[in-house]
Structures are given as structure tokens and as C-alpha cells.
């Protein structure tokens, strides 16, 4: 079968065009913006990618055209798709329908924290030797991938509570139907989709209505918002995490920074962590994959100790190079919530050295500004802030800059931000690039103007 794939470029859908090849269809596809880590996979793979969406990009032998959520009505691919009467899916329904039959899905969903937790449960599996087919937000960095099919049984899927395509407005993670679903926490986010935060919480108990009554459900015990959503209707096991030891899965950090800690079950201790992951986030997150694993008959304090070896995922505060005594990360962090809590890792680990950020509000709830009172409140522990205020966003970055505890100043464009940086930038540095976009290629382009100097 030949495919095309709108929106191709997207970690979701890029996933998807990997396990397709996988599968042995012929793959291309098409997407506005094409760039690393997924841009670099795809090539990887051999896929055809095409800029834009213009009709011509579709051939005319395509069996199927699998569309991307980022497509709506009035994109000149999708009507043509429609106007020839082409044969096409949503991302999420071909997963469904080709992937998880017969699988046990383990499904990891939560407004934070789903690439990193989706991609420790695949590692810790496949470290068990389940050999588990998955599909991760990002490319794994101990896989290399973003998705396989995997020889094993489980198969471990990022699910997302985004809406699964233009025909199909409900969430992508309905279709999955896992045996074990991770709720990790509940935030107001995806302001373009969601009216408020009690639309996101009935989408999450859609989720909970579809979770076997022998399957397990994995839920932040400190989320209220995720607590109000059991109390809608629950039929399935429930199992907390968090720092409560009368938590089912609890942790006690031995650091401060959250690279090392104990884990307990039922009050029993399983093992001790050390790891490269930084915040109390990535504990949860750790914690939450254990938690899974045993839901699927893995012994955790076999597996526990192979969490020293994990590598995370690409731009999870990837360390992308430093020069001159400057580090430079590339990160995803694009809420409010996931800023703090990852510079809050980060400031646990470096002490008094100053934390610079480039910030570029590119989500689509950034964009509208549904968190622009959050988002100097957010940034407290950096020093310095290099906003990327393009001349097109519609609310006024001057009043987060004039909130900031430290140094502020907006720009508006990717070349003004480099010089910026570059100014400011002196040994002993940590420079943090946030984003869910390209970013124009800032990180890397900062570190070569570092290194031109």
C-alpha cells in the first residue's frame, strides 16, 4: 500500500510514517515545517519528504492519505483529498487499526511529562527483554527512534489529549484502548481546542470509560484535577505515584536535584535510582513508568537499576554542546508548569552559576496567550530572559519582561536573539533554549556564534 502523510513532519506523525515503512508500505508525505530530530529520521528511513501542501504533492497511485491534526478544511491538500474523493484517516485511527490489534497497549497520557515517561517505559521493557513496539513525541536517544513495532507483546504509545484530526474532534488517546493508562497530571492547555480546563478533564475520563476493569490505571496521586476525574466513574484498578508514602508507588529523593532516589511499593522499598535526569518531575516520571511495568508483570527491582543508563529524549534539556565555559540545552518546555519545573531541576543541579533563557512562545496556547500572566511567575529562577516576541504575536511580551525577577528583553526575530545571548553569555553559564518549534535553529546557531567569537 502506498501512503502520503499530511503533516508528516510532527512527532506523532512522523511515528506513525516510520511504523508504516515498518510495515512495508511505500511511505512519503508533506509538511509547512520540516526540521530536526524528525526531519533527520524520516531522511533516515527513506521517506520522500515535500514542502508545503500544495494538490501536486499527492500522487495519483496513493492508496491512502493519513491527515495530520495540524490540517484543517481550507488546506489545499485536504481539499483536494476530499474533492477526488481520496481514501484517508486520522493518524490516531490507523494506529488503531493497523498497530495495536492484539497488543497490550500501555498508554501514557498528562498535559506534562508524556515523551519522557513513554520513552522510560519502552527502555525499562525492553530492558526486561519484552522487546515492546512503541510510539514516542520525540526520538528516543536510547532507541534512535521515534517508533518500531517491536517483536514483544506491549506496545507503549504517547497519548495525547490533543483532538485527533479535522473530521474527528475527539481526543487521540480514545482510540488506543490501553490494558495500563498512565495519567501523569492534569493542566488547562491547547486553548485553540479546549474551552477550559473541566473540557480537558471529561476528554481524560473518555480515556478512564475505556480501560479494562483487568487493565490498571496509573494516576499522580497529588493531581486534584486527575482525582475529580476518577470521581466521574472508575471501573478500573487504580494505583498512585508520588512522594506520599501512602501512595501505592512512592519515591524519597536522596538528592536534591532529583538524580537520585529511593522507590517504595506499598511501603516496601524496591531499589535506589541514580540517574542523569534532573527535577521532581522526572521522578514522577520514573516513578509512573515502574508502576506500569509491574502492572504488566515486570519485576521492578530486576529492571530498576538500568535507569542509570537511560538517555532520555532528544530536546528534553539536551545538552547540545558548550564553549568558553557556556552549556547550551535545547528543550521542549512550551507551559508554564513544565518551564518551572525544568528549571527548577536544573537550578537544584548548578547551584548559584546563572541560567540564561531564549523563550519563543510558538504552542498554540502560548501563541493566544492563555499563559501569559504565568509565564514571568514561571521563569523566576533564571537569570536572564531573551524573549522571542515576533512582530505577529497578538499580546504584549512587554508586560512579561517588566514581571521578570531578573534580566529581561524581547526581540523579534531568531538573529536578534543570538546577538542577544552572545552579549550576555559568560563562563560558567547554563543558556536554556525553549521551545516546541524549530526555533529557527537558535540553539546550535547561538553555539557557533559562541564558538566564532
Known amino acids: ?76 491538500a485536504v481539499e483536494h483529498v476530499l474533492d477526488a474523493g481520496m481514501r484517508y484517516t486520522s493518524g490516531a485511527q490507523w494506529l488503531a487499526e493497523r498497530v495495536l490489534p492484539g497488543r497490550t497497549t500501555l498508554a501514557v497520557a498528562g498535559t506534562h511529562g508524556k515523551t519522557t515517561t513513554t520513552s522510560l517505559l519502552a527502555f525499562l521493557l525492553d530492558r526486561a527483554g519484552r522487546a515492546p513496539g512503541f510510539l514516542i513525541g520525540g526520538v528516543a536517544e536510547d532507541f534512535g527512534v521515534s517508533a518500531r513495532l517491536g517483536a514483544g507483546r506491549e506496545f507503549v504509545v504517547e497519548a495525547d489529549e490533543y483532538d485527533t484530526a479535522f473530521f474527528d474532534k475527539r481526543s487521540k488517546f480514545v482510540h488506543y484502548r490501553p490494558r495500563v493508562a498512565i495519567l501523569n497530571n492534569l493542566e488547562y492547555d491547547h486553548a485553540d481546542i479546549f474551552p477550559d480546563v473541566a473540557a480537558i478533564q471529561r476528554q481524560f475520563h473518555h480515556l478512564v470509560r475505556t480501560v479494562p476493569g483487568c487493565g490498571r490505571l496509573i494516576v499522580n496521586g497529588h493531581d486534584q484535577r486527575l482525582a475529580e476525574v476518577l470521581a466521574m466513574g472508575c471501573w478500573t484498578p487504580v494505583e498512585r505515584f508520588g512522594f506520599d508514602a501512602a501512595f501505592e508507588w512512592s519515591a524519597r529523593k536522596l538528592r536534591e536535584d532529583g538524580s537520585a532516589f529511593a522507590v517504595f511499593h506499598r511501603g516496601r522499598e524496591m531499589g535506589r535510582v541514580e540517574w542523569s535526569l534532573l527535577g521532581d518531575h522526572n521522578v514522577l516520571n520514573g516513578l509512573a513508568a515502574l508502576a506500569a511495568c509491574a502492572a504488566v508483570g515486570v519485576d521492578v527491582a530486576a529492571v530498576l537499576p538500568a535507569l542509570a543508563a537511560f538517555r532520555s529524549v532528544k530536546r528534553r534539556l539536551e545538552v547540545v554542546g558548550a564553549h568558553a565555559g557556556v552549556t547550551v540545552y535545547d528543550d521542549f518546555a ?13 537550578r537544584a543541579k548548578v547551584g548559584p552559576a546563572r541560567i540564561l533563557v531564549a523563550m519563543e512562545p510558538r504552542s498554540n496556547s502560548m501563541r493566544l496567550g492563555a499563559h501569559a500572566d504565568a509565564l514571568a511567575p514561571s521563569l523566576e529562577l533564571a537569570d536572564a530572559v531573551v524573549f522571542l516576541a515576533r512582530p505577529e504575536l497578538p499580546w504584549d511580551a512587554g508586560k512579561v519582561i517588566a514581571a521578570l525577577r531578573g534580566e529581561g528583553v524581547a526581540v523579534a526575530d531568531a538573529e536578534a536573539l543570538i546577538a542577544a545571548l552572545v552579549a550576555r553569555a559568560r563562563a560558567g553559564d547554563h543558556v536554556v533554549f525553549m521551545s516546541n518549534g524549530g526555533f529557527d535553529g537558535a540553539p546550535r546557531r547561538f553555539l557557533h556564534a559562541l564558538r566564532a567569537q
Open 334 to 346: 512550551h507551559h508554564p508548569t513544565a518551564i518551572a519545573t525544568t528549571l527548577a531541576g536544573l
Open 1 to 76: 500500500m502506498k501512503l502520503h502523510i499530511l503533516g508528516i513532519a510532527g512527532t506523532f506523525m512522523g511515528g506513525v510514517a516510520a511504523l508504516a515503512r515498518e510495515l512495508g508500505h511505500a511511505v512519503e508525505g508533506s509538511d509547512a515545517n520540516i526540521y530536526p530530530p524528525m526531519s533527520t529520521q524520516l531522511e533516515q528511513l527513506g521517506i520522500a519528504l515535500k514542502q508545503g501542501y500544495a494538490p501536486t504533492n499527492l500522487a495519483g497511485d496513493c492508496d491512502e492519505v493519513v491527515i495530520g491534526n495540524a490540517l484543517s478544511r481550507g488546506n489545499p
